[in-house]
């Protein structure tokens, strides 16, 4: 049994199939090995979200430059990072030279590699981090594990209440019928100026949780960096 076995009996992948990777320049562009639970989903499943359209995997083949795995997301969150390790903005819980970002959730939390150690990525553990917040959690297994958790309701993250009661399912991803530049380079946002800028907007809005992506999309065109 694979890794991947839990995860597509929880949550069917798509049909018909994605369109195959080239796993031997993906791994050459971002100079580092992949992990083979991620080679798998990513295969199997295709760019796309989880869980009610909340939790977001990067992928090689993804449809905007904000989702795309060998885009420039990865390294400019790094890039963040680093500043609020140097700098004491927010604490970081890893070194940010051993965090791979690797997808995000609609509560504005981060999904991370931990890469360590750096030549055994079917080692690599799960970190999420609070969207413009101190807190972080280690998940102690490899991506298709931690989305088994979350997706089963036996993930225990008391830190972040709105990965709790997702539905299991996966939402292939669709191209925006609009061209996406590069995207800006943005430091935290709080979600409380989002969620005002929406109301005003005529955008319906929940007090907490989780913003809607389309919210969330508009507020980032109207707000550019």
């Not at 594990?145 to 399912?169: M, Y």
């Amino acid at each position: 049994m694979s890794d991947l076995d839990p995860l597509t009996r929880l949550c069917p992948p798509p049909q018909p199939p994605p369109a195959p990777v080239d796993w031997g320049r993906v791994e050459a562009e971002l100079d580092m090995r992949l992990p083979e639970d991620y080679k798998q989903l990513a295969s199997v499943y295709g760019p796309g979200s989880y869980g009610g359209d909340h939790i977001s995997i990067y992928h090689p083949h993804g449809v905007t430059l904000f989702v795309n795995l060998t885009g420039p997301m990865p390294s400019r969150i790094r890039e963040h990072l680093q500043r609020d390790h140097d700098q004491g903005t927010n604490p970081v819980a890893y070194d940010p030279h051993h965090l791979f970002a690797i997808g995000g959730t609609e509560g504005g939390q981060k999904l991370f590699w931990i890469t360590e150690p750096e030549n055994a990525p079917d080692a690599w553990r799960i970190a999420v981090s609070e969207d413009k917040g101190p807190r972080w959690f280690t998940f102690d297994g490899n991506l298709s594990t931690f989305l088994v958790a979350v997706l089963s309701g036996r993930s225990d993250i008391p830190q972040f209440l709105d990965l709790r009661g997702l539905p299991a399912d996966f939402t292939p991803a669709v191209a925006p019928p609009f061209e996406v530049g590069d995207p800006p380079m943005r430091g935290p946002v709080d979600t409380d100026d989002i969620r005002d800028w929406a109301r005003a907007n005529g955008f319906r809005v929940p007090p907490r949780g989780r913003i809607p992506r389309e919210v969330r999309e508009a507020w980032e065109r109207a707000h550019p960096a």
